[in-house]
């Protein structure tokens, strides 16, 4: 199903629950979506069911969902599923499309110090659950290299391991921005692997077209959803990555990766 496609089915479709993600911090309902004789699966996640943060005013999360979708789909990433905001069987709330997964082949893993293998990256090293030594990597792929720099221009404060999806189509996909594009510095990310390394070309032109984009019709349909200083955050974020050229490091200032890692 192509993008425009999939945002029609989403945002005029019939939805229809079928059962809940229990392991969601927050209202995460699995739904079949229909329209016309089309169907497919959605996650559903009222606002209503949203829990309320500190640091985050309330009721804005699912706005946040569909917000870094759009700044995704501005820099011609597709690296968030098809999201909308719409009225839904317990109301207003963040519709995305399901993702198919290929859960054998994961791109973020907990292995043995012994058990790294070639075309994956060290992220840091820690204790299981048994006190053995093991080691947080993700893979060598040059979308998880993109979704690094994306998470670093949304300010994603909650990049676990079970975020990232890899499609059984072969694409690779973030969920779960409900907690990103605050003003302040919250980065957590599991995806450090590139600390200090220079950034990619694709990642250079995606960031470019990302901050063209911010100037015109993109910048407008952000503040749908967030507000005219996280607007400008996300301008002010991506133009101090170009300036660096190289992947951010942790800074120090709060934890680097969010707990728990999965």
């Known amino acids: 199903m192509d993008t425009s496609a999939a945002l029609d089915l989403l945002t005029r479709g019939r939805i229809e629950v079928e059962g809940r993600l ?14 016309d004789g089309v169907e497919a699966q959605c996650v559903y996640k009222p606002v209503r069911g949203e829990r309320p943060l500190w640091d985050f005013p309330d009721g804005t999360l699912a706005g946040r969902e569909v917000a870094t979708y759009l700044i995704s789909a501005g820099a011609g990433l597709d690296l968030v599923p098809p999201t909308v905001l719409r009225p839904g069987p317990f109301g207003s709330g963040m519709v995305q499309l399901w993702i198919e997964t290929r859960e054998e082949d994961e ?6 110090v012994d058990d790294v293998k070639p075309g994956w990256i060290p992220v840091f090293h820690a204790h299981d659950r048994f006190g053995d030594p093991a080691v947080l990597v993700h893979a060598d792929h040059p979308r998880i290299a993109l979704m690094s720099a994306f998470d670093v221009v ?3 404060a909650d990049r676990k391991g079970g975020h990232v999806l890899h499609a059984l189509d072969g694409g690779v ?6 907690i990103c594009l605050h003003t302040e510095p919250k980065l957590r990310t599991v995806l450090w692997g590139w600390a200090r390394e220079p950034l990619t070309e694709q990642v250079l032109d995606a960031l470019r077209r990302l901050r063209s984009s911010l100037d015109g019709e993109l910048g407008e349909s952000l ?37 728990p890692a999965f």
């Open 22 to 35: 229990v392991d969601a911090s927050n209202a995460t309902l699995f739904c079949k979506i229909e329209l």
């Open 107 to 112: 791109l973020v893993d907990i292995v043995g």
């Open 154 to 156: 949304v300010n994603n």
């Open 173 to 178: 996909y973030g969920v779960d921005h409900g």
């Open 223 to 259: 503040h749908d959803h967030l507000t005219r200083a996280e607007v400008r955050a996300v301008a002010e974020r991506t133009d101090k990555l170009l300036a660096a050229g190289v992947f951010p490091e942790p800074s120090g200032d709060w934890p680097a990766i969010p707990w």
